[in-house]
């Protein structure tokens, strides 16, 4: 495996290659990732992973700068799934002021970005650098940031870009809490009521199996639960896997058949993310 940190090397790397499969991260890696290099191999002869935290995805009140950095660690754990590791500083990625950005859909200030205004514009920015460095065949990206994964398929489709996008399930720890990097922030009382948010898309998606149709009580009960055990909530929403968009009650296309339920709330100091797939008979 070789560790890179310049755009130059890496191109020159990976020039004579026709295989690419590429999965970004913002390293402080887990079993999530390390699944998401697990299937790149599946796409490619030449697996890439790039280690970058990327600032223009934070707000100014967000946890750029205590986000966990472990490059040694993640090396460490990428040996035997990467050819590739990619870890430039913020001075290489960026070594003028970046003023020419990606602008995404509407839905990017919607659900996380409601809250989080301005993120999905740096993520999908950052992102479009890569896929210029790395130039890949396929890129993989994880089903936990559902949202996010929505918008790179359109950039991807919009631009043009000669990259199949394929997403990863969301691997989940022994009680069902969706792994994430920042679980580490959660003490050991808030672990222990963290899976509360998956039991809670569970039933409502349950609830849509079962028949029920009013999405919107669905939606008001889920945050009502939550709430309920001390969290605070960002969104729960029932919408369409095909465009996010919210969900008709009346079933008149197939569309209507492919749900999902998003959710972001906080416990304690920490937001987590999760969702479920909800698949109705046609």
């Given amino acids: 495996m070789q560790n890179i940190s310049t755009i130059a090397e890496l191109r020159e790397r990976l020039s004579g290659e026709r295989a690419i499969a590429f999965v970004p991260t913002m390293g402080n890696l887990h079993e999530g990732h390390l699944n998401l290099m697990r299937l790149a191999r599946e796409h490619g002869s030449c697996v890439v992973a790039s280690l970058f935290v990327n600032p223009l995805q934070f707000g100014p009140s967000e ?19 990467a050819d590739v590791v990619f870890a430039p500083a913020v001075s290489e990625m960026y070594p003028v002021q970046q003023t020419v950005f990606v602008e995404p859909p509407p839905i990017a200030d919607e659900l996380c970005g409601a809250a989080r205004p301005g993120h999905f514009r740096g993520m999908a920015t950052v992102v479009l650098k890569l896929l210029n460095i790395v130039q890949p065949q396929v890129a993989l990206f994880g089903k936990k940031d559902y949202q996010q994964l929505h918008i790179i398929r359109q950039m991807v489709m919009q631009m043009n870009l000669p990259v199949r ?3 990863g399930e969301t691997v989940r720890a022994a009680d069902g809490l969706a792994l994430s990097s920042r679980n ?3 003490s050991a009382e808030e672990r222990g009521k963290a899976v509360f948010l998956y039991q809670t898309l569970q039933e409502a998606q349950r609830a849509i199996l079962r028949g029920g149709r009013d999405f919107e009580r669905l939606e008001k009960q889920s945050v009502e639960a939550l ?12 919408r369409k896997q095909s465009d996010l968009q919210p969900a008709d009650p009346v079933q008149g296309n197939l569309a209507q058949h492919e749900l999902v339920i998003l959710a972001a709330a906080k416990l304690g100091n920490t937001r987590l993310l999760d969702n479920v797939e909800v698949y109705l008979a046609a």
């Fill in 63 to 81: 946890d750029f700068d205590k986000y966990p950095r472990t490059l040694e660690a993640d090396c460490a754990r990428l040996q035997s799934l």
């Fill in 165 to 167: 996008v394929v997403g």
């Fill in 184 to 186: 580490q922030y959660l």
């Fill in 227 to 238: 709430r309920s055990r001390g969290w605070s909530v960002d969104y729960v929403a029932v």
